[in-house]
């Protein structure tokens, strides 16, 4: 699937009757390419627990082997976010771009990450390291609770990325951005998890084997719908 994002455009222009044509808008479009791949986990289990049938059982192995495959795809997004570049490569736009701050964790980091995404990024959220988030907590503590240190945004979880305080220097250890508006997945099969049980391979062995696959590509697909937020050189 491939998905045209714009980096550069003209502001529209008013008009008064009689006065000379507007200038053409310059528009600047790339092109993201989301290449699905299969993410796959597997387990067995015993015939026996398979004969038994019990429901909280298999219930928990199919929660197990989903969950584990839409972190999966959650974890490739948010390494390939951390990966986008501060400008669009003009010559060959392929990918989106995302601006970049290096600081610690502080009282209004995010609100200056906030106010370096475009204007269409209007629901923006907050991705880190469960570590990292008690340091904007500290921070919180440190002035009192006189301010949300995360500016209402909704904190989401990812420990793939860095905790700040083992990440190295100038690696991203945060994103704040608008998932909504500036990602997407393509699931050509459909968003659900494919289950295939195989009952043969291991027969001998009273096992049966159960895979769960999702057929998936994820990728940023809007510009500047991100910021990221790198560890400085120097940090406390």
């Known amino acids: 699937m491939k998905i045209n994002f714009e980096y550069s455009s003209d502001p529209a222009t008013v008009h008064d009757e009689g006065d000379e044509a507007v200038q053409e808008e310059g528009l600047g479009l790339g092109t993201v390419t989301l290449t ?11 015939d026996e627990v398979n004969d038994l049938r019990g429901e909280a059982f298999l219930r928990y192995i199919y929660d197990e082997l989903t969950t ?8 490739e997004l948010v390494g390939k976010i951390a990966a986008l570049p501060a400008t669009v490569n003009t010559s060959n736009p392929t990918s989106a771009s995302a601006n970049q701050i290096t600081a610690a964790p502080a009282i209004g980091l995010v609100a200056e990450a906030i106010a370096n995404l475009s204007d269409e990024a209007v629901n923006p959220v907050v991705i880190m390291n469960k570590l990292t988030w008690s340091k904007f907590k500290a921070a919180q503590y440190a002035a009192g609770y006189a301010v949300d240190p995360f500016e209402g945004a909704t904190v989401v979880f990812n420990n793939t990325l860095p905790a700040y305080s083992s990440a190295s220097a100038n690696a991203v250890y945060c994103i704040v951005g608008d998932f909504n508006h500036g990602a997407l997945i393509n ?24 895979l769960g696959r999702r057929f998936a590509g994820v990728n940023a697909v809007a510009d500047k719908s991100f910021c990221n937020i790198a560890k400085p050189t120097t940090s406390a």
């Open 36 to 46: 699905p791949k299969s993410i796959k986990k597997w387990i067995s289990i015993s």
């Open 68 to 75: 584990k495959i839409i972190k999966k795809a959650a974890d």
């Open 187 to 210: 699931t050509p099969n459909g968003d659900g998890i494919e289950l295939k049980f195989d009952d043969t391979t291991l027969m001998t062995s009273d096992l049966v084997r159960i």
